[in-house]
Each structure stands twice: as structure tokens, then as C-alpha cells.
């Protein structure tokens, strides 16, 4: 069981090397990288890739790790025992099973996502520490294990915007994705827009990376904004040479709406146009 790129996903070799080592390890494999580098879209490749089904855990600021489980609905029972149904003398009916329920009990192994684990509390993932690593959990309301019938693939993302405790780390196999150097965004390009026009690319590619350069931005852009706007290059058909206007005055990107995503940083843009103009 092997993970390599697809005809949709370029992977580096680190990358790859990183997949198929928490694969074999068995352990989750955490994922780490600037906004739209491609962390939640490697989890669908890697499915793809080893024909495996995907299950998807997108984590909240309100998630508590209990609902990864299972949720019991007490107040549902006491309706229906309130209005004499039958059902309530069976508590499982009264059981949602949560994403690693689901997983530890397929059929095939799965590809597990625990999607920006840490826009959640800081205890979230403490709380799974023991389901994780013993692959089991107990079921309180009917007195169950639920224990993993073969250990899923588990990749779990992360945007850096809270540090995850040591315990946690210890039990995952790390890897950041570094943001693409020019060739291998233009095989990422290529698997999008295979028939996009080179000297387009090569024009975008150059003012995307000089954008990206201009110190003091709040977000620069990332692989997904540049895909959106070479999207919209080839609608508006743009010519290759507006890309490369060195006039001071042009120093904000055509469709530039595509890239800058605040108004900071538009406005710094504004403003070292103004500065070039003078």
C-alpha cells in the first residue's frame, strides 16, 4: 500500500516519503503548511491513490473530541419515553456514531481526515490521545468496546494557529508542507490547465512569486489563489505582457482580487505605486 501522485495531485518526494511512512508506522500522519497548500485535498488523493474510502472529521472551535466518538441523545429518549414509543428500551437507538466510530468499524481500511485540529480547544487533543493510540473506546451507555478492526489511515491538519501539546506530537509523524518552488508549481499548473498557454504561465508565474516577495503582506497568496487567478487570466484573456508592466502605476496585479484577499494589503500595494510614481 503505496501513496504516489495522481493525475489531480502533485506530490514532492518528501511529501510522498512522509505518507507512506505513517502508513507503515501506523501512525497519524500530521500535517502542517501554509493556508491552500493542499493539506485537506491530500487526504481525497491519498484515498484515490490506495483505493481506499475517506472519511472526513472537519474540526470547529465548538467540536469536543467526545463527538469524534459518539453522541448520546438523552433528551430524544425522554421525549419518546414521554410519548410511550417502544424504541426507547433499545439505548443504541439512541447513539450517533461520530467519524472514529465509523472508521474503526469499516470494512476497508480507511483514510481518516481530522481536518484543522487546531481551530479547536487546546484539551481537544489531549482528549484523544488514548483513542488514538489504543485504537479503542469505550461505549458507557451500553457497556461496548468499540475497537478498530484494522487501524485506518489517519491524517490530521493543522494551520499553526495554536500550539498542540507534546504528548500529542509524540504520537504522530510529522511533515510540513514547504511552499512550492517555481517547477514544481508548474507541474501543479500543468495538472490543472494542460493546455493553458506557456508564456501566460511564465508571466504569472514571475509577478505571483514577486507579489509574494513584497515584504510587510498580512497573507500571501497561496497554490489555490494562484490556480483562481490563472483561472481568470485565461476568461479575460490577459495578455502576457500586462503581466510583465514594469509602470509603477500597474504595480497591483491584473484580477488582482484573486491574489490580495484584504484590504492591507491592497492598500500597501496602493501605496508603493504611489511611492514608485513619485
Known sequence: MKFS????????????????????????????????????????????????????????????????LYEYDAVARLRDSQLGDEKVHDISNYIKKGKLWEAFTSEERPVLLIDEIDKADIEFPNDLLHELDQMQFHVYETGETIKAEQRPIILITSNNEKDLPDAFLRRCFFHYIQFPDQETMQKIIDVHFPDIKSRLVAAALKRFYAVREVPGLKKKPSTSELLDWLKLLMVEDIDPETLRETDGRKLIPPLHGALLKNEQDVHLFERLAFMTRR
Open 5 to 68: 501522485s495522481t493525475d489531480k495531485y502533485v506530490a514532492t518526494h518528501d511529501l510522498r516519503m512522509a505518507v507512506n511512512a505513517s502508513i507503515a508506522l501506523e501512525r497519524p500522519l500530521l500535517i502542517k503548511g501554509e493556508p491552500g497548500t493542499g493539506k485537506t485535498v491530500l487526504a481525497e488523493e491519498i484515498a484515490n491513490s490506495i483505493g481506499a474510502p475517506l472519511l472526513q472529521w472537519n474540526i470547529k472551535s465548538t467540536t469536543k473530541a467526545q463527538q469524534g
